[in-house]
């Protein structure tokens, strides 16, 4: 079985002293790590036909799940809108609202659905079999083909790519690059499919989707090759000290915006499912705080808002703090 590796030494391993103090920090009862209430959702509303003269636009629908409107093209990428990730319908964490923006079979025609990596909170079996037939297009990382195939899509629908591979799609150039993370859907095939993040370009607009990923210099690499971008979508959320290899702080997802050399930032990765021990709501105000003391523009739209890029102000009300 081929099996994959990061571009620098990446342990994900844990230690005995660090799984007791897991264990610890599970029973604990004065961190809210979920919301005390309903959040926020907008509906989304698809527009009824998409011009290459409109303003380019994303969608998010928690956790890492958005849709990119980028002239005249939809591409939704991790599309997790499943109710818990988990192999089983029954156990695991619970979305925090299942009242979704917008239905799996209510999304208008899709020109790629692109998956970053197979993780459960990003491989979702049930939004893909919900949404297959929205699309006639798959982009994914090596081995990701195998996983779709099992759900009925056709082998020739799908495209692997591995990284720096690039990718001419309908007047658009997608570019599969490097993160720091791993795979696995299963005790005994880990890393066995590549994880990667993405880079979008059109002819006006540039959008990086980080992934899941550890801090590292594959960011520097990206935004060396690839930068400057319009929109950076990055991870923020289900981060520990003791993971910190392959979930950034943070703190660290704001310098690897700039590594990219982004404009505007949107932290994803939060929001939907507790998958650590901080709170919540922990990673919006430490990324915000750490955004405006470095002057990155952030945008922190609620689940469901969508955010019109090139338009000068971005949604920034703190929605979070009234549950």
């Not at 610890?24 to 527009?47: F, L, N």
């Not at 993040?197 to 990923?213: C, L, M, N």
């Not at 990219?260 to 499912?273: Q, T, Y």
């Amino acid at each position: 079985m081929t099996k994959y590796e990061n571009q620098v030494p990446t342990s994900a391993s844990m230690s005995f002293s660090s799984l007791v103090s897991m264990l610890k920090d599970s029973m604990r009862r004065s961190i809210e790590r979920r919301p005390a209430g309903d959040i926020p959702v907008e509906k989304y509303e698809p527009a009824e036909s998409l011009h290459v003269s409109d303003h380019p636009q994303v969608t998010w629908f928690g956790h890492s799940a958005f849709l990119l409107e980028i002239e005249g093209h939809r591409l939704l990428f991790d599309p997790m809108l499943g109710n818990r990730p988990s192999p089983v319908s029954w156990a695991g964490t619970k979305r925090y609202s299942t009242n979704l923006p917008i239905q799996p079979e209510d999304f208008p025609a899709l020109d790629a659905i692109i998956i970053s990596h197979d993780h459960y909170d990003h491989l979702d079996y049930s939004s893909i079999r919900r949404l297959k037939n929205k699309t006639q297009r798959f982009i994914v990382p090596l081995g990701v083909r195998r996983r779709l195939i099992q759900l009925g899509v056709p082998s020739e629908q799908i495209t692997e790519h591995n990284w720096w591979d690039e990718l001419s799609f309908k007047g658009l150039t997608l570019a599969c690059t490097p993160a720091r993370h791993f795979s696995g859907r299963g005790l005994l095939d880990r890393n066995s499919t590549l994880w990667c993040s993405w880079v979008i370009a059109g002819q006006e607009t540039k959008v990086f989707f980080s992934g899941d990923s550890g801090y590292g210099p594959h960011f520097k690499e990206i935004g060396s090759k690839y930068g400057p971008f319009d929109l950076t979508l990055m991870e923020c959320g289900q981060y520990d000290e003791r993971w910190s290899n392959i979930h950034m702080m943070p703190e660290e997802t704001v310098q690897a915006h700039l590594d990219v050399r982004g404009g505007l930032l949107i932290p994803i990765h939060w929001a939907a499912f507790t998958l650590a021990y901080h709170a919540w709501n922990e990673p919006v105000e430490r990324i915000t705080k750490a955004a405006h003391a470095l002057n990155v523009s952030i945008a922190t739209p609620k689940i469901g808002e969508k955010v019109v890029l090139h338009m000068g102000a971005y949604p920034s009300q703190p929605w979070w703090r009234s549950n």
